[in-house]
């Protein structure tokens, strides 16, 4: 059974860095996809960025290219979120989750870590 635990939340000011990990256990993740997600105060749930386990093929949604990097440390099973010139837009809880290769869906998520950028 796959397990995510995030950690590395917390306030920070408009334009500041936060890196966010994500320590994965219960499978073998070569044959993962693992994203991060974001919720919002009132909004629904919505894709940040994601990595291929074994490829480390990114992928990340516009708003965050160029300010985000998600990286994965194989021997260490963590994901990383390193998030730079953050804006207040990006306050959320943010959620690592795991997806088989062969599945569009994301089964797995962990608990959340919160994410305050303030102005």
Not at 23 to 39: E, I, L, P, V
Request: charged letters at 15%; proline letters at 3%; a positive charge.
């Amino acid at each position: 059974q796959v397990q995510l635990v995030e950690s590395g939340g917390g306030l920070v000011q408009a334009g500041g860095s936060l890196r966010l990990s994500c320590a994965a256990s219960g499978a073998t993740f070569t044959y993962y996809h693992m994203g991060w997600f974001r919720q919002a105060p009132g909004k629904e749930r919505e894709f940040v960025a994601a990595i291929s386990w074994s490829a480390g093929v990114t992928y990340y949604t516009d708003s965050v290219k160029g300010r985000f990097t998600i990286s994965r440390d194989i021997g260490k099973k963590t994901v990383y979120l390193q998030m730079n010139s953050l804006k207040p837009e990006d306050t959320a809880v943010y959620y690592c989750s795991a997806r088989l290769n062969t599945s569009p869906k994301y089964h797995a998520w962990g608990q959340g870590t919160q994410v305050t950028v303030s102005s």
